[in-house]
């Protein structure tokens, strides 16, 4: 009751539904296709009962992802290659302010398609890899993102995907002895993203949050692992 000027009782009734599908097809050795789907359904009842004259609001987000991949496995297992796509689709309807006279519908709509592909190659079987990936990325908002949850953080129905190109370079290495083995790692993570999704304070109300876009963000980093390991019961890791 503290957190708001006024009394409320929000009640939500929600309904959720997450199902997958995967498909692999292996042509033989080398080669190999994967198909999935994934189906996200989010719909909830809002209902405030302290205030009689609330209207009750059914906002909900339908999300399908379609993947496709091929898989090369060559040159005795030192090369893998994969190169996927993604068919990215997201419907909706949040409804703000209802019962007022600023009361809004709005529909978030997104359609997209993402591809990347990744590569690795072994310059000293078992021991030495190199490897890299590439991915033009989206990112859809979340329910909470998009719907908020009625205390603490406000809808934002207007929120945009987000798009982000994302390049990975690494380095890996890893000696095995009789009863020790020793590795190695180190990466370069850079990506490029607009309509970057990430909570502020709402302007309007300043104890709640709000998620906004960013237009340009860059992202530039490397991550490093050393590991030691003792037979098949004792391996320590540390990154940073």
Do not use: C
């Not at 302010?97 to 009361?103: K, M, P």
């Not at 709005?106 to 490897?131: C, D, R, T």
């Amino acid at each position: 009751g503290e957190i708001n000027q006024v009394k409320t009782l929000m009640v939500f009734d929600i309904k959720s539904l997450q199902s997958n599908a995967n498909l692999k097809y292996d042509l033989n050795q080398n080669h190999s296709f994967g198909l999935n789907y994934t189906f996200i359904g989010y719909k909830r009842t809002e209902d405030n009962e302290y205030i009689t004259t609330d209207t009750p609001t059914k906002p909900f987000l339908n999300k399908n992802i379609v993947g496709f991949s091929y898989s090369l496995s060559a040159l005795e297992k030192r090369l893998s290659f994969n190169v996927f796509g993604k068919i990215i689709d997201l419907k909706g309807e949040v409804i703000t302010d209802a019962g007022t006279t600023s009361e809004q519908k709005v529909n978030p709509s997104f359609n997209n398609f993402g591809y990347g592909s990744a590569a690795a190659y072994f310059l000293i079987p078992e021991e030495l890899q190199v490897k890299t990936s590439f991915e033009h990325a989206y990112r859809l908002p979340s329910s909470l993102e998009l719907l908020g949850d009625g205390l603490t953080v406000s809808p934002s129905p207007n929120l945009q995907q987000e798009t982000s190109d994302n390049f990975n370079f690494g380095l890996s290495y890893k000696k095995i002895f009789s009863v020790h083995s020793f590795g190695v790692e180190g990466n370069f993570i850079y990506r490029k993203a607009n309509d970057f999704i990430q909570f502020r304070i709402d302007q309007s109300n300043q104890f709640k949050r709000k998620a906004v876009n960013f237009k340009n963000i860059q992202v530039t980093g490397f991550d490093g692992v050393v590991h030691y390991g003792y037979k098949d019961w004792l391996f320590f890791d540390a990154n940073a």
